[in-house]
């Protein structure tokens, strides 16, 4: 039985929504619930899958579950050890287990260090290793990562958007963490080197037992490294399982909805088709009038279709996750 | 009919110098390509190919030395007409070997002056780019609001704070970023990266460019978004001519979007033209990079399956030490025995293979 290395429990990050200097906006000050109670697990040699709408919270529970962001509640377990509120000496030698590769392409690099410097920094933090060692184990970075020596000297700033992505993917690989948040690690590669990126990881996987939480707007890539996938809408997880089950037998509206318009992407690329789709329901959540009950209701079909009922927009009855068997689990009142 | 071309690059260079190899590296090596008013021209290729050099080539934003060293840009609309590597001659000095380029002399604070005066009034105004990288392309000191405020009333004829704060609001909203009215003052650290490229994106287009250039405008946005981010581009188009130079990985965004389409590699073009034939899955003439590219998009199948994904065997080109013949040599698999002297020695040029069709290669012409 593969061993758990992370859990997270009813995990909550709020952030307070601060004003520009000017803003004719009223004076209250809002949260913005990024992360609103989840909880997951992820066992070592398993990748799960994390996807949702652009701006629904994976990066923040990325970075909360790595500490680089304070919760606001709940509980994170690493490897058995509670890291939720780790003090930073405690956390220190934890560091090098746990690792992410930042979506932001120069997140993690520093402008003023050349490649080389960089990649060799990253070997050394939590590991001893002799100059020779260092240089081995760059030429063999790179050639994993599919990067040219001859940009070892070059600055971040130097580098295009793609060789930027690698050197950061080349930087988190070098560390030697168990775990990694991989927060769009293939963003920004043409499709043969993404390629690339993706089947590495799989081999390292393999190879070294690591776990991955693997962010992505890409749900194909998705689909084929991850064990499970949990869909985020708004801060919560809506739907979580095997990953087979919820590329194609999803129950949730908004997993069926992510899923259709990836479909409805590749048939118009089949056929051209220059009009436009279907526009289909497009309310979005407003953080200044949140309304009770699921999150989802404002672009629910299932809702429209239902007749409106009040269970899904009632405050005392948010829809939430639940076991419909086989490891699947759903958060909303009408599964599909 | 064509449309008279909107933008016109003819032979761009542009060359970075690294000092530890004492060698060129030459990011952009002879591209010439034209975008037809009104249309959209779709750029593929391998990642460092030159795409965004390109580009910021175009926008006159490439910093260091040597940077541009030859070419034209011919940009014309109604209003404006002009090369905007106008007097780059004056500035430098080549000396070419073997048909090489072996040094160059270049007065860059002088050109840069020069490129100064002659972007004044056509970027950001005429010419609008989203950059590749949204969050270092937006000041993280100040709101995106005051910023999309500020370009508005910089570029356009809204002078109105108050107007333009609306303005402002309503590209917010356009580019689907939730309650606009309470995001318009965030900075851009309190918001999430397919945010910040939205609010790049809603930047660009508040300014009314005639000429946008979107490098990866889809990147870090879901699907759903996608499809809306792409809608919108394309409403464009059609609404207000927007004439375009897209820059994407995404096949499905290019082959949506773009009338023609050019493909990289190694710092040159190596097919060009309508998009129907360029990424047509059956069509047999094709560049042999193009063909491994479109292989290499993961199928149903290998998903299914869980299986290895496809990809180009062997290195990416080094665009220090390029090699004397055809630059895709080293990882092609169409070479045969007849054109295998000419592809290892010379470099094959882009010319004509079908009715507006071009291919850099070997097997399509002597
Ligand atoms: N430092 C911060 N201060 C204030 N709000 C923040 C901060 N970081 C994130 N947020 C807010 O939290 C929410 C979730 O952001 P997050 O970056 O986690 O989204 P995401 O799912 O990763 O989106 P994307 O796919 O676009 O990267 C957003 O509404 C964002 O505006
Ligand atoms: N300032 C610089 N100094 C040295 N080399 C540079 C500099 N800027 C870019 N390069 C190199 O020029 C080449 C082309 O870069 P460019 O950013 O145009 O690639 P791209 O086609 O946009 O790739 P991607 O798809 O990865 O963004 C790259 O190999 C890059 O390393
Ligand atoms: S609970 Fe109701 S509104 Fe929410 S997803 Fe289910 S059907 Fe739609
Ligand atoms: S010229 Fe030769 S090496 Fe180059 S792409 Fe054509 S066949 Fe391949
Ligand atoms: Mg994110
Ligand atoms: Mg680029």
């Given at each position: 039985m593969p061993k758990t290395i992370l859990e997270v429990t009813d995990l909550k990050k709020h952030f307070k929504h601060r004003k520009g200097l000017f803003s004719s906006f009223s004076e209250q000050e809002r949260t913005i619930p990024a992360v609103d109670g989840v909880s997951f697990y992820l066992k070592e040699n398993e990748t799960v899958g994390l996807v949702g709408e652009s701006g629904c919270g994976k990066t923040t529970i990325g970075r909360t579950i790595l500490r680089l962001e304070n919760p606001t509640s709940g509980r994170i377990l690493f490897d058995g050890n509670d890291i939720t509120a780790m003090p930073a000496d405690q956390l220190r030698p934890l560091r090098g287990q746990m690792q992410m590769i930042f979506q932001d392409l120069d997140a993690a690099l520093n402008p003023k260090m050349r490649i080389r410097d960089i990649l060799k920094e990253a070997i050394t933090v939590h590991h001893q290793a002799s100059d020779e060692e260092v240089d081995r184990r760059i030429v063999e970075l790179l050639e994993q990562v599919n990067?040219?020596?001859?940009?070892?000297?070059?600055?971040?700033?130097?580098?295009s958007g793609g060789e930027k992505r690698r050197v950061g993917v080349a930087r988190v690989l070098s560390v030697g963490a168990r775990f990694i948040v991989a927060d769009e690690p293939t963003s920004a590669l043409d499709v043969s080197i993404q390629a690339q990126v993706v089947n590495l990881l799989r081999d390292l996987q393999q190879r070294l037992g690591l776990s991955y939480l693997f962010i992505s707007h890409d749900l194909r890539v998705v689909e084929l490294i991850s064990h499970k996938v949990a869909v985020m809408y708004l801060g919560k997880i809506v739907e979580m399982g095997l990953s087979e089950r919820i590329a194609h037998a999803p129950r949730h509206p908004y997993t069926h909805i992510l899923w259709s318009s990836l479909v409805e992407k590749q048939s118009k690329e089949a056929s051209r088709c220059t009009t436009r789709p279907h526009s289909g329901v497009w309310g979005v959540f407003d953080f200044e009038r949140p309304q009770g009950g699921c999150r989802f209701a404002p672009r629910c079909p299932v809702y429209e279709s239902k007749g409106k009922p009040v269970v899904c927009v009632d405050s005392a009855s948010e829809p939430r996750l639940r076991d419909i068997g086989n490891g699947h689990q759903v958060a909303c009142h009408f599964p599909l | 009919m064509k449309n008279a071309p909107l933008l016109k690059i003819e032979d761009l260079r542009t060359y970075f110098y690294s000092k530890s190899k004492q060698?060129?590296?030459?990011?952009?090596?002879g591209v010439s390509l034209e975008i037809a008013r009104g249309e959209t021209l779709g750029v593929v290729g391998e990642s460092g190919s030159g795409k965004s050099i390109t580009a910021l080539s175009v926008m006159g934003l490439v910093g260091g030395g040597p940077g541009v060293i030859s070419g034209k840009i011919g940009f014309k609309t109604e209003k404006t007409r002009k090369n905007l590597l106008q007097d780059l001659d004056d500035h430098v000095k080549l000396a070419w070997d073997n048909g090489k380029i072996m040094g160059v002399d270049k007065d860059v604070v002088g050109w840069e002056k020069n490129a100064g005066r002659v972007m004044s009034g056509v970027r950001g105004k005429e010419i609008a780019m989203i950059f590749q990288n949204p969050k270092a392309s937006l000041n993280p000191f100040t709101t995106v609001g005051s910023q999309i405020t500020e370009a508005i009333q910089l570029h356009t004829?809204?002078?109105?704070p108050l107007q333009a704060r609306e303005r402002a609001i309503h590209w917010l909203s356009r580019v689907k970023i939730d309650t606009p009215r309470l995001r318009i003052d965030n900075y851009p650290y309190g918001l999430s990266g397919g945010m910040c490229q939205r609010a790049m994106i809603a930047m660009a287009l508040a300014c009314e460019p005639s000429l946008l250039i979107a490098d990866e405008p889809t990147t870090g946005l879901d699907a759903t978004i996608q499809s809306k981010i792409t809608d919108l581009l394309a409403e464009l188009k059609s609404e207000l001519g927007v004439t375009t130079m897209l820059i994407s990985h995404d096949i499905s965004v290019i082959s949506r979007l773009s009338d023609s389409v050019a493909v990289m590699y190694g710092g040159t073009v190596v097919e060009y033209g309508p998009a129907r034939d360029i990424l047509a899955s059956t069509l047999e003439s094709k560049h042999p990079y193009t063909s491994a590219l479109l292989e290499s998009i993961p199928t149903e199948r290998h998903i299914k399956a869980k299986e290895h994904l496809r990809a180009i065997e062997g290195d990416v080109l080094d665009t220090v030490n390029i090699p004397a013949g055809c630059r895709f040599y080293a990882r092609c698999n169409r070479v045969t025995d007849t054109i295998r002297e000419k592809c290892e020695r010379h470099e094959p040029d882009l010319r004509e293979i079908s009715p507006g069709h071009r291919a850099r290669c070997w097997l399509y012409f002597d």
């Open positions: 990067l040219k020596k001859s940009k070892l000297s070059n600055f971040p700033h130097e580098l | 060698a060129f590296i030459r990011s952009v090596d004829d809204i002078k109105d």
